[in-house]
Nanobody, 127 residues
């Protein structure tokens, strides 16, 4: 499985960015994908996750720190997940990692349970 992420960059506080991540190399009945982030000196933390089967998105979940500012979505035709981030804050500055799980989990918020990682993409929010 390969995860290819795009969309990081530099943005001013209050601005928006959209990250995308495409999964290739394996076909799943259902897809479980999401995003984590890691700020300098901190542990990798959960941001958002979604799951879909065919055209049916049946699950989304967000970290409390981003609820209301971040929307995760997916294009099932191309096995791609998007992370729309609005009202960005300097504390959102981090390397953002695309994540995927090979099977359903009881929880998707633990980085140790992720089966596949993409290369990180840096998001920098200036004050």
């Amino acid at each position: 499985v390969q995860l290819q992420a795009f969309g990081g960059g530099l943005v001013q506080a209050g601005g928006s960015l959209r990250l995308s991540c495409a999964l290739s190399g394996r076909i799943f009945v259902s897809y479980y994908m999401g995003w984590f982030r890691q700020a300098p000196g901190k542990e990798r933390e959960f941001v958002a996750q979604t799951a879909w089967s065919g055209r049916n998105i049946f699950y989304t979940n967000y970290a409390d720190s981003v609820k209301g500012r971040v929307t995760i979505s997916a294009d099932s035709a191309v096995n791609t997940v998007f992370l729309q981030m609005n009202s960005l804050k300097p504390e959102d500055t981090a390397v953002y990692y695309c994540a995927a799980w090979a099977r359903p989990r009881r929880s998707y918020t633990n980085a140790g349970d992720v089966d596949y990682w993409g290369r990180g993409t840096l998001v920098t929010v200036s004050s």
